[in-house]
Protein backbone atom coordinates (compact mmCIF):
# COMPACT_ATOMS: atom_id res chain seq x y z
CA UNK A 1 0.00 0.00 0.00
CA UNK A 2 1.03 3.42 -0.75
CA UNK A 3 1.44 6.17 1.64
CA UNK A 4 -0.70 8.77 2.07
CA UNK A 5 0.47 12.08 1.09
CA UNK A 6 0.57 14.74 3.93
CA UNK A 7 -1.61 16.95 1.97
CA UNK A 8 -4.62 14.09 2.19
CA UNK A 9 -3.85 13.63 5.29
CA UNK A 10 -4.34 17.00 6.74
CA UNK A 11 -7.27 17.41 4.66
CA UNK A 12 -9.10 14.69 6.55
CA UNK A 13 -8.28 15.69 9.64
CA UNK A 14 -9.71 18.83 9.04
CA UNK A 15 -12.82 17.36 7.16
CA UNK A 16 -13.17 15.18 10.57
CA UNK A 17 -12.73 18.24 12.80
CA UNK A 18 -15.19 20.44 11.18
CA UNK A 19 -17.44 17.57 11.03
CA UNK A 20 -17.32 16.78 15.11
CA UNK A 21 -17.70 20.58 15.69
CA UNK A 22 -20.77 21.96 16.59
CA UNK A 23 -19.39 25.59 16.11
CA UNK A 24 -21.12 27.52 13.35
CA UNK A 25 -19.44 30.91 12.80
CA UNK A 26 -20.81 33.71 11.86
CA UNK A 27 -19.66 36.43 10.11
CA UNK A 28 -20.98 39.80 9.03
CA UNK A 29 -19.13 41.85 6.06
CA UNK A 30 -19.69 45.46 6.78
CA UNK A 31 -18.62 48.58 4.78
CA UNK A 32 -17.34 51.45 7.22
CA UNK A 33 -18.04 54.59 6.62
CA UNK A 34 -15.68 57.67 7.53
CA UNK A 35 -17.99 59.21 10.36
CA UNK A 36 -18.17 55.82 12.34
CA UNK A 37 -14.54 55.65 11.84
CA UNK A 38 -13.85 59.06 12.85
CA UNK A 39 -16.34 58.80 15.90
CA UNK A 40 -14.48 55.78 17.09
CA UNK A 41 -11.04 56.87 16.59
CA UNK A 42 -12.26 60.43 18.55
CA UNK A 43 -14.07 59.06 21.08
CA UNK A 44 -14.65 55.64 20.70
CA UNK A 45 -18.16 55.47 19.73
CA UNK A 46 -19.53 52.44 17.86
CA UNK A 47 -17.17 50.46 19.92
CA UNK A 48 -19.21 47.23 19.02
CA UNK A 49 -18.98 47.54 15.48
CA UNK A 50 -15.12 48.58 15.55
CA UNK A 51 -13.87 45.64 17.51
CA UNK A 52 -16.95 42.97 17.36
CA UNK A 53 -15.58 39.91 16.10
CA UNK A 54 -18.38 39.02 14.17
CA UNK A 55 -18.05 41.71 11.92
CA UNK A 56 -15.47 41.37 9.11
CA UNK A 57 -15.24 45.23 8.68
CA UNK A 58 -13.97 46.85 4.76
CA UNK A 59 -12.79 50.31 3.66
CA UNK A 60 -13.38 51.94 0.55
CA UNK A 61 -10.68 53.97 -1.56
CA UNK A 62 -13.71 57.09 -1.03
CA UNK A 63 -12.83 56.84 2.44
CA UNK A 64 -9.01 56.95 2.85
CA UNK A 65 -9.36 59.63 0.73
CA UNK A 66 -11.32 61.79 3.26
CA UNK A 67 -9.38 60.46 6.04
CA UNK A 68 -6.48 62.05 3.62
CA UNK A 69 -8.34 64.94 3.39
CA UNK A 70 -8.57 65.65 6.96
CA UNK A 71 -5.22 64.67 8.61
CA UNK A 72 -4.10 67.85 9.15
CA UNK A 73 -1.14 66.97 11.00
CA UNK A 74 1.81 64.32 11.28
CA UNK A 75 0.28 61.86 13.48
CA UNK A 76 -3.32 61.91 11.92
CA UNK A 77 -1.50 61.18 8.55
CA UNK A 78 0.41 58.68 10.50
CA UNK A 79 -3.05 56.88 11.64
CA UNK A 80 -4.21 57.28 8.01
CA UNK A 81 -1.19 55.85 6.19
CA UNK A 82 -1.44 52.77 8.98
CA UNK A 83 -5.02 52.56 8.60
CA UNK A 84 -4.87 52.28 4.76
CA UNK A 85 -1.47 49.77 5.18
CA UNK A 86 -3.56 47.18 7.57
CA UNK A 87 -6.57 46.86 5.42
CA UNK A 88 -4.73 46.84 1.97
CA UNK A 89 -2.33 44.01 3.34
CA UNK A 90 -5.48 42.15 4.22
CA UNK A 91 -6.91 42.66 1.22
CA UNK A 92 -10.30 44.42 3.20
CA UNK A 93 -9.58 48.11 1.15
CA UNK A 94 -11.37 48.21 -2.02
CA UNK A 95 -11.75 51.27 -4.93
CA UNK A 96 -15.58 51.67 -5.79
CA UNK A 97 -17.18 50.36 -9.26
CA UNK A 98 -17.47 52.95 -11.96
CA UNK A 99 -20.94 51.89 -11.32
CA UNK A 100 -21.29 52.59 -7.66
CA UNK A 101 -19.65 56.16 -8.61
CA UNK A 102 -22.46 56.49 -11.61
CA UNK A 103 -25.16 55.73 -8.64
CA UNK A 104 -23.94 57.60 -6.27
CA UNK A 105 -23.53 60.83 -8.67
CA UNK A 106 -27.38 59.95 -9.18
CA UNK A 107 -27.99 60.60 -5.47
CA UNK A 108 -26.53 63.53 -4.58
CA UNK A 109 -28.34 65.21 -7.83
CA UNK A 110 -31.46 64.25 -5.98
Not at 47 to 68: H, N, Q
Not at 93 to 98: A, D
Request: charged share 25%.
Amino acid sequence: MLAEEPILRVHRKVKALVASSMCLVIVKKILLDTNVLIDWLNSGRHESVMTDPGYARFLSAVVVMELRAGANTRASRDAVNAITRAYGTSGRLFPPSTDAFDRAGSVLRN
